[in-house]
């Protein structure tokens, strides 16, 4: 196997690969490099002007070259060569910088399975081009090691602290595993949809406006309220709830406030759900947009997904997109995912049917 290498940073090129571009986007970070190779260019550009005339003159007065016209021939091909080689070396630096990173932290391929569980993220990591083959998804400066980058920054933890506490009031690790077990038992807003979908949409004004806002049948969104065939529990929007597990468990680990032991362990858990509730990739999709529209009513929000997942559909060329959906493990599912909320529901149908009850 090829050693680790991803896309650079913000760039949606998979593996990142030398660009000339990246030559003069780099002239700060490599100034004496960058000063050698305008040299070379400048010194290449005069030997060649004598070359044109050297040319011409011989072309009017053939002879044989002299041992100065010979110099600056093999002067002008040294030249160019050198700056080639500079500018080159100029623009494979992402490449080592990135190879750097990995090796200071011993970081190679992530197993099948785990990489299996962060192909549920990539829709999103796509958008952002953000990296997807490690667990985290931008080079941290924890792990960045003894010397300087000049390709990319690495992150400092601070601002994924900022973001969770912002998003979820994560500041601590206890914090942290007390949200990811509600993602994991009961989710924030499934119960919500199931009680909205299946008891308040009467006149089907809620699942046509998610509809709407998704772009999706509302026959999907109403099926997703429905014990299946074989026994399988309804979607509801559990796809959602287990994608922003992955979510804040990357999250959290880049933050400092979990190991990458703990993070996998919750991901891998939140992955094996997915497996067990839907069939394949874009059933999972369509679940994580429906979800993130029912959370949001919004259109601009609903919208930006749905933009960013046919973005990913025609352009997405990354390894794990090609990845196969893994068959269900047959695991036990938490008590709310595997009857659907079908105590509560009931509840909730007979308060409904009471004179003075739920409206």
């Not at 050297?54 to 100065?68: E, I, S």
């Not at 998804?137 to 973001?163: C, E, M, S």
């Not at 997904?305 to 990913?312: G, L, M, Q």
Request: proline share 6%; with cysteine.
């Amino acid at each position: 196997m090829k050693p680790l290498l991803q896309n650079h940073p913000r760039d949606l090129n998979f593996p990142v690969r030398p660009q000339w571009r990246q030559y003069e986007k780099y002239r700060r970070q490599q100034p004496v490099l960058y000063a050698i190779a305008t040299l070379l260019v400048t010194f290449a550009l005069l030997d060649f002007f004598f070359l044109i005339m050297l040319v011409q003159k011989l072309v009017k007065d053939p002879a044989p070259l002299t041992g100065a016209q010979w110099t600056a021939i093999i002067g002008f091909i040294a030249l160019v060569s050198l700056f080639f080689v500079v500018a080159r070396y100029i623009g494979t630096l992402p490449l080592r910088e990135q190879q750097r990173y990995y090796q200071v932290n011993g970081i190679t391929w992530l197993s099948e399975e785990k990489r299996q569980a962060l192909r549920l993220e990539l829709v999103d990591i796509y958008k952002g081009g953000y990296w997807s083959e490690t667990l985290e998804y931008y080079p941290l400066a924890a792990l960045q090691g003894p010397g300087k980058y000049h390709t990319f920054t690495p992150a400092d933890a601070n601002l994924y602290k900022k973001d969770l506490d912002q998003s979820w009031g994560i500041l601590t690790t206890d914090n942290y595993r007390k949200v990811a077990q509600q993602l994991l038992t009961k989710g924030y807003h499934a119960e919500p949809f199931a009680m909205t979908v299946s008891l308040r949409n009467e006149s089907r004004e809620v699942s046509t406006r998610l509809a709407a806002l998704t772009g999706l049948p509302e026959s999907y969104i109403l099926s997703c309220v429905e014990h299946r065939p074989g026994g399988r529990p309804p979607k509801l929007i559990w796809g959602y709830e287990c994608w922003r597990l992955i979510v804040i468990s990357r999250d959290a680990y880049m933050a400092g406030h979990i190991t990458a032991e703990e993070a996998w362990k919750n991901i891998l858990q939140a992955a094996d759900y997915v497996y067990e509730l839907f069939d394949d990739f874009t059933d999972f999709c369509n679940n994580y947009r429906l979800g993130n529209a029912f959370w949001s009513n919004s259109f601009e929000v609903t919208n930006e997904r749905t933009v960013a997942y046919e973005k990913y559909l025609a352009q997405c060329d990354w390894p794990m997109k090609h990845l196969p959906w893994p068959a269900a493990k047959g695991i036990q599912l938490p008590e709310a995912m595997a009857t659907g909320f079908a105590t509560e529901l009931a509840i909730a149908k007979s308060l409904q049917q009471q004179p003075g009850g739920l409206n």
